[in-house]
């Protein structure tokens, strides 16, 4: 499975923070293309000075909807818990690196066909802090 993402992430407090997601996914058996929608949440345990910098541990959760390849409806619904680093320049450049487990359950209603199953989430972001 492969995923891509546009992020807009708040601080929600001190080490809290939120984001919202719209992106796309692709199974790994390259029949269906999904488009999503997330949320995630950060808590940075560190002692950065920033909300933006350090370890942290994170959960994320959503869902989409696609057409196949072999034109069956489909839908999905998942969940990511993870922990990771992110790293801030003075420029304002950000850059994350993360791992965790993930759990996704799809129903592709053209073929009856539904399932559910966990897999590792590896989390790799580059971003800018305005």
Avoid: C, K
Wanted: charged share 10%; aromatic share 14%; hydrophobic share 40%.
């Amino acid at each position: 499975m492969t995923t891509g993402n546009v992020n807009l992430e708040f601080a929600l407090a001190e080490r809290t923070t939120l984001a919202a997601s719209i992106g796309g996914l692709t199974a790994t058996h390259g029949t269906f293309n999904y488009l999503t929608l997330g949320a995630r949440a950060r808590y940075f345990f560190s002692g950065a000075p920033s909300a933006y910098q350090g370890w942290y541990l994170g959960g994320s959760i959503g869902g989409g909807t696609g057409i196949g390849v072999i034109a069956a409806s489909s839908a999905i619904a998942f969940t990511t818990l993870n922990i990771g680093h992110r790293w801030e320049l003075d420029s304002g450049f950000t850059f994350g690196l993360g791992g965790g487990l993930g759990f996704i359950s799809s129903l592709e209603s053209g073929l009856g066909v539904s399932g559910s199953t966990l897999y590792p989430d590896l989390d790799i972001r580059f971003g800018y802090r305005f």
